[in-house]
Each structure stands twice: as structure tokens, then as C-alpha cells.
């Protein structure tokens, strides 16, 4: 599964001038372009949110460790154990780190692998989501409180119940009711549950299999538990089928987030092995969706995790790469970049590759 790019494809990498490949291409905001948000720290996974006038980002925070000197299928070498916040007052501004919000350590039922995790806000408190292997090795998703957007935040003692799998990203509806989507495929596990409990074995798809579906749960009111049923989240081809196993470049591999725009849901995530972010729409954030195209096109490294939202009137796409780790694919740096909404509706692609 997480493997580095070719040498070839490392040097297309670093070449010149921009990205945003339109020949009408709006005006753009250049100034964090192919920039690390901090370079003290290795960061990836970002989720961002606004929360009053600031904007915070929670990454997952990448480290060297013995399990990552290797390199397998099922991510063992992302060994990831604790969570910082970043944040900032403006695009420009500074990016303060607020330091450690969550160790592994003070999580009672998690064993490792503190991987992507996303935030939420409701009637002042706040709540960080995020994935971890139990001590049986099996990826649950656990909640931990704070009543500030940085934290620190205090987690609850057992994973939320009925959670499994990775990448939890949490979405306000216009009724307020919040809404939780998940799921990975290979690492993230989603082949383990597809028989409706878990299976150290999992299903073996064809091409020709309908691919995994992300998952969305609606979560209950006191932000700490589901409410209801886990569902897929459908995804269709142009002609209204769903989209098949063998269909790499536009399947569900993880990293699900959803963003609103005009009457519109988006729903953005990873292609893994071809390395993506792409997005489908619809009417409704249960879905179904339409696929549409490509987000961002492959970064520096094998994984691709990334976040969308509206900051002071624009929108933003954050997304990490490995440049600043010379390739390195599990120690990973997050950078944004403004995103384009055309007048139809479709997002302009974005290709770091040509300003690196």
C-alpha cells in the first residue's frame, strides 16, 4: 500500500509553474502555494474548520519510529502517537502550533496508531475524532471533549460503539444534525467488515465487484456516540451505476469529506494506489453521488489525505506532501492552496507537481 513514487515521477515533482490549468483561471491566492504550514513538525491528514474568526487545523502528526523504517500494505509504519492543532487569524498570518491536544498514552482502550483525524464544534464544546487500533489491532474510532477549539481534549474510555475502520470527517447539515463519514479500504480495514462483522481474512474483490463504499452515520445529540445505522455512501458513474473495484482512478479509497457549496454537496476523497483526490455531488449529504472529476492530481509521496473549507470569503484546499522529507512517505508536511468553484459548479483541478 505505501510505497514511494518512482525517481522519474520525483523529478516531474519539482519542476516549474502552476498548476491550476485553465486558460480563463481566476485570480489565486499564492500565498502559502507549495508551502509547509510549520516545518518543526512533520503533519499530514489535515482537517480544517473555522470556529469563530480563526481557522484550526488538525493533522495527524507523523514521527520516525522503529515500525517506521519499514514499509507495508497495511500502513504499520505510519506509527503515529499524539495529535497537534494548528492554527491561524489569517491566510499569511502565523501558524501557531498549540502543541500535544491528545497522546496516545492518556487514551485507555487505543494501543497505536493515532492516524486522521477531524473536529467538531456544538454549543461551545468541542469534540476531536479520531482513529486508533485497539489491543487487538483492530481500527476503532474513539471522541475526546474540550472547551477550546486547541484543546487539550479528554477522551472517552471506550471507542464510539458500532465505529471500526479510519478517517473520520464530521459534517454539519443545514437542520443541524451532524454526520459522520469514515472508512479505508487495504489499511483502513473496510475489507474486514464487509461481511457486517469482522474478519481477520476480509472479502477479496474483483475489478468487476462493486467497490467499498465510505461509510456515513448520523451522530447523537450529545456529539459522543452514533445514532442509527451505519450506511454506504453510494457512488455512481456518469449513467447512474456504481462505481466498480477495478475503476482506480475513481473509486473509494479513504479520506472522505464532504463540503457544501451553493445547493450542492461535494463529496472529496482518496483514490490511494492512484493517488487523487477526486469528488462526486449530489442533492442530499446521504448521498447518493455523481462522480465529477479530480481535486488534486498526486503529490510528492504515496498517500493523499486533504480537507476543503471557506476562510474569510474563499475556499481552501488543504493537503499534504513529502517534500520536505525528500520523499519520504510517512513523514509528511500539510500545505493549502486556494480552491476555484467554476460558474457550473465543477472545481478546478490542482497540480502542486508543476510549482515544485
Known amino acids: 500500500m505505501h510505497q514511494s513514487f518512482s525517481p522519474v515521477f520525483l523529478a516531474l515533482a519539482f519542476t516549474a509553474q502552476v498548476a491550476i490549468a485553465q486558460d480563463n483561471r481566476p485570480e489565486h491566492d499564492d500565498t502559502f502555494f507549495a508551502k509547509p504550514l510549520v516545518e518543526h513538525i512533520y503533519t499530514a491528514d489535515p482537517s480544517a474548520h473555522v470556529f469563530g474568526d480563526r481557522l484550526y487545523i488538525y493533522p495527524s502528526h507523523d514521527i520516525d519510529t522503529e515500525k517506521s523504517k519499514g514499509s507495508a500494505d497495511d500502513g504499520a509504519h505510519f506509527d503515529m502517537k499524539d495529535y497537534h ?12 502550533d ?36 485497539d489491543k487487538d489491532g483492530v481500527f476503532r474510532i474513539g471522541v475526546a471533549q474540550s472547551d477550546k477549539p486547541e484543546g487539550p481534549f479528554k477522551p472517552q474510555p471506550t471507542p464510539m460503539d458500532g465505529s471500526f475502520s479510519i478517517d ?52 447523537s445529540e450529545d456529539m459522543l456516540s452514533f445514532e442509527g445505522e451505519v450506511q454506504d455512501v453510494q457512488l455512481l458513474d456518469e449513467n447512474g451505476n456504481p462505481l466498480l473495484n477495478g475503476d482506480n482512478d475513481r473509486r473509494f479509497f479513504e479520506a472522505a469529506w464532504l463540503h457544501k457549496y451553493q445547493d450542492t454537496y461535494y463529496l472529496s476523497y482518496s483514490t490511494g494506489d492512484t493517488h487523487k483526490i477526486v469528488y462526486a455531488t449530489g442533492d442530499n449529504p446521504l448521498g447518493p453521488f455523481t462522480y465529477q472529476g479530480v481535486v488534486l492530481e498526486p503529490v510528492i509521496g504515496w498517500t493523499n489525505h486533504h480537507s476543503i473549507t471557506k476562510f474569510q470569503g474563499k475556499w481552501y484546499l488543504f493537503y499534504h506532501d513529502c517534500r520536505l522529507s525528500e520523499g519520504k512517505t510517512h513523514l509528511r508536511t500539510v500545505k493549502m492552496t486556494e480552491l476555484h468553484h467554476q460558474p457550473d459548479g465543477s472545481i478546478l483541478t490542482v497540480d502542486t507537481r508543476s510549482t515544485e
Open 98 to 133: 498549540h502543541g500535544a491536544a491528545l497522546k496516545l498514552e492518556d487514551i485507555p482502550w487505543a494501543k497505536q496508531q493515532l492516524w486522521a483525524p477531524d473536529a467538531a464544534e456544538k454549543n461551545g464544546k468541542y469534540y476531536l475524532y479520531f482513529p486508533a487500533k
Open 168 to 219: 473520520p470527517a464530521v459534517y454539519r447539515a443545514d437542520n443541524g444534525d451532524y454526520y459522520m463519514y469514515f472508512g479505508g479500504i487495504w489499511g483502513g480495514q473496510l475489507e474486514r467488515w464487509a461481511g457486517g462483522s469482522y474478519s481477520q481474512t476480509g472479502v477479496v474483490l474483483s475489478p468487476t465487484d462493486t467497490a467499498l463504499a465510505p461509510k456515513v452515520v448520523k451522530l
Open 85 to 96: 492543532v494548528l492554527s491561524m487569524d489569517k491566510v499569511g498570518g502565523e501558524t501557531v
